[in-house]
């Protein structure tokens, strides 16, 4: 781990600060946040291998994250979930963004997890019937399945699909995701409870 910058170095102390983390960065750093990636590009404040490093923060230091196609870059996703629900302040808020699964970006070799729109439920409230679910997380809003290919206009032919997706979430991932596949996830979450979790795995 490297600290690039003086703002990376000084978040570490979260006393009467808002500190949000723009995790997996890259050169496209949100304004306001610290950016942590595994490259020294432009806008980097912290270098960090999420595979073998931890965060460098105390738990409930944290109150916003945003992690935009980076999950799915990290074979160790599922322990990295508990990273992110480890080091949020009880009410703070994350927003993932991954490629969605059967999309052909999906399949880049640097991609080594593949989530669905059920995927962040092991976290979540009443989102899994484990009976060691740890649901430190609520969604704010549901997971949301985007046709988002071009970002533009050329999009609009898609939005009816968009539509029956979101609606109609599990008949499109068990009836229809590899055949009509969408390009993106998207998951908002708020932590609901402290972290208290002893993991062992």
Same mark, same amino acid.
């Given at each position: 781990?490297?600290?690039?910058?003086?703002?990376?170095?000084?978040?570490?102390? +979260?006393? &009467?600060?808002? $500190?949000?983390? &723009?995790?997996? =960065?890259? !050169?496209?750093?949100? *304004?306001?946040?610290?950016?942590? @990636?595994?490259?020294? =590009?432009?806008?980097? @404040? $912290?270098? !960090?291998?999420?595979?073998?490093?931890?965060?460098?923060? /105390?738990?409930?230091? !944290?109150?916003? $994250?945003?992690?935009?196609? /980076?999950?799915?870059?990290?074979?160790?996703?599922?322990?990295?979930?508990?990273? $992110? =629900?480890?080091?949020?302040?009880?009410?703070?808020?994350?927003?993932?963004?991954?490629?969605?699964?059967?999309?052909?970006?999906?399949?880049?070799?640097?991609?080594?997890?593949?989530? *669905?729109?059920?995927?962040?439920?092991?976290? /979540?409230?009443? +989102?899994?019937?484990?009976? *060691?679910?740890?649901?430190?997380? %609520?969604? /704010?809003?549901?997971?949301? !399945? %985007?046709?988002?290919?071009?970002?533009?206009?050329? &999009?609009?032919?898609? %939005?009816?699909?968009?539509?029956?997706? *979101?609606?109609?979430? %599990?008949?499109?991932?068990?009836?229809?995701?590899?055949?009509?596949?969408?390009?993106?996830?998207?998951?908002?979450?708020?932590?609901?409870?402290?972290?208290?979790?002893?993991?062992?795995?």
């Amino acid at each position: 781990m490297r600290f690039l910058t003086d703002e990376g170095k000084l978040s570490l102390d +979260g006393r &009467d600060r808002i $500190i949000k983390l &723009d995790i997996g =960065c890259n !050169i496209r750093k949100h *304004n306001g946040y610290i950016g942590l @990636d595994l490259f020294p =590009c432009e806008g980097v @404040d $912290i270098v !960090i291998d999420l595979e073998k490093e931890n965060l460098p923060y /105390t738990n409930e230091n !944290i109150d916003e $994250i945003i992690m935009h196609h /980076t999950l799915e870059h990290l074979a160790n996703a599922w322990e990295f979930m508990f990273e $992110i =629900c480890r080091v949020l302040k009880v009410g703070g808020n994350v927003q993932i963004k991954v490629p969605f699964y059967t999309c052909v970006t999906a399949h880049d070799l640097g991609h080594k997890t593949f989530i *669905n729109p059920f995927s962040m439920g092991y976290w /979540t409230k009443g +989102g899994s019937t484990s009976p *060691n679910n740890p649901a430190f997380l %609520k969604f /704010t809003s549901p997971p949301r !399945i %985007k046709f988002n290919y071009f970002k533009d206009w050329r &999009d609009i032919p898609l %939005k009816p699909f968009e539509w029956f997706a *979101n609606t109609f979430p %599990k008949l499109y991932v068990f009836g229809f995701a590899y055949i009509i596949p969408a390009f993106e996830l998207e998951f908002n979450l708020e932590k609901i409870k402290d972290y208290d979790w002893k993991f062992t795995a």
